[in-house]
């Protein structure tokens, strides 16, 4: 009877303990060496290599169907590792082991005399399903019709639905605060946790408006493209 009883006890006391060191894991913040394995697995490589496909099939898209002509990408993307759990406050970052990023930005060149037509062809690409831009005349018309009519009033310069930006250097007035800024410098890369590529790599702003006039900025986000939650929960886009 006595050894059964301590046999018992022997199971409970393992199962307290395997209770204690998951309740543990699922409360101490990502490891730098657990985030860079699960950065370089195979699923977040997939993920990572889809998401990057994708976005630069949009990059392409305004290249190719629309009057601006692409100048330079930048590629940044990033892998965090989750916090320790919050008691108070807590924004979600301890919930999960990792989360992945993505942010692809593309400068495009056109002629700011030919600013009427440059928008008409952006939004009449996009009237066609499938284009991979999701701006329309009859949702965007209006922005065209400003222009060719020089209505008055602060000169907008922006298209934009979440995660999915569009924006150009004023044409019709002298506001520097609305010009297309330099992107920031690449931070050193530490694949898989950090990347950041830009192509080509002397490209430059002020060299493209120098060429072209104007400048146009595409600013395409996926933000979470890979996501492991701290149950081990695996989600990717």
Same mark, same amino acid.
């Given at each position: 009877?006595?050894?059964?009883? &301590?046999?018992?006890?022997?199971?409970?006391?393992?199962?307290?303990?395997?209770?204690?060191?998951?309740?543990?894991?699922?409360?101490?913040?990502?490891?730098?060496k657990e985030v860079r394995k699960l950065a370089g697995?195979?699923?977040?490589?997939?993920?990572?290599?889809?998401?990057?496909?994708?976005?630069?099939?949009?990059?392409?898209?305004?290249?190719?169907?629309?009057?601006?002509?692409?100048?330079?990408?930048?590629?940044?993307?990033?892998?965090?590792?989750?916090?320790?759990?919050?008691?108070?406050?807590?924004?979600?970052?301890?919930?999960?082991?990792?989360?992945?990023?993505?942010?692809?930005?593309?400068?495009?060149?056109?002629?700011?005399?030919?600013?009427?037509?440059?928008?008409?062809?952006?939004?009449?690409?996009?009237?066609?399903?499938?284009?991979?831009?999701?701006?329309?005349?009859?949702?965007?018309?209006?922005?065209?019709?400003?222009?060719?009519?020089?209505?008055?009033?602060?000169?907008?310069?922006?298209?934009?639905?979440?995660?999915?930006?569009?924006?150009?250097?004023?044409? &019709?007035?002298?506001?520097?605060?609305?010009?297309?800024?330099?992107?920031?410098?690449?931070?050193?890369?530490?694949?898989?946790?950090? &990347?950041?590529?830009?192509?080509?790599?002397?490209?430059?702003?002020?060299?493209?408006?120098?060429?072209?006039?104007?400048?146009?900025?595409?600013?395409?986000?996926?933000?979470?493209?890979?996501?492991?939650?701290?149950?081990?929960?695996?989600?990717?886009?």
């Amino acid at each position: 009877m006595t050894g059964t009883r &301590r046999t018992l006890w022997g199971a409970v006391a393992t199962v307290a303990v395997l209770a204690v060191s998951a309740c543990s894991a699922q409360s101490r913040a990502t490891s730098p060496k657990e985030v860079r394995k699960l950065a370089g697995s195979a699923q977040a490589l997939h993920a990572r290599e889809e998401t990057e496909s994708r976005l630069r099939g949009v990059v392409r898209a305004y290249a190719d169907h629309t009057p601006l002509t692409l100048g330079m990408v930048v590629v940044r993307d990033t892998c965090l590792g989750g916090k320790a759990k919050q008691l108070f406050d807590s924004n979600g970052d301890d919930a999960y082991k990792i989360r992945c990023s993505m942010q692809v930005t593309a400068y495009y060149g056109a002629a700011p005399e030919r600013i009427v037509s440059v928008l008409d062809g952006i939004l009449a690409a996009g009237d066609h399903t499938g284009s991979g831009i999701p701006f329309t005349h009859d949702a965007n018309g209006t922005f065209v019709d400003r222009y060719r009519d020089h209505a008055g009033g602060l000169e907008e310069t922006e298209l934009s639905i979440p995660w999915h930006t569009l924006s150009w250097d004023p044409v &019709r007035e002298h506001q520097p605060h609305l010009m297309i800024q330099e992107p920031d410098a690449c931070p050193a890369d530490d694949p898989p946790v950090i &990347r950041c590529l830009r192509e080509p790599e002397a490209q430059t702003v002020a060299a493209l408006r120098k060429r072209y006039g104007m400048v146009f900025e595409l600013d395409l986000i996926e933000p979470e493209y890979y996501r492991v939650s701290k149950k081990g929960h695996v989600y990717t886009h």
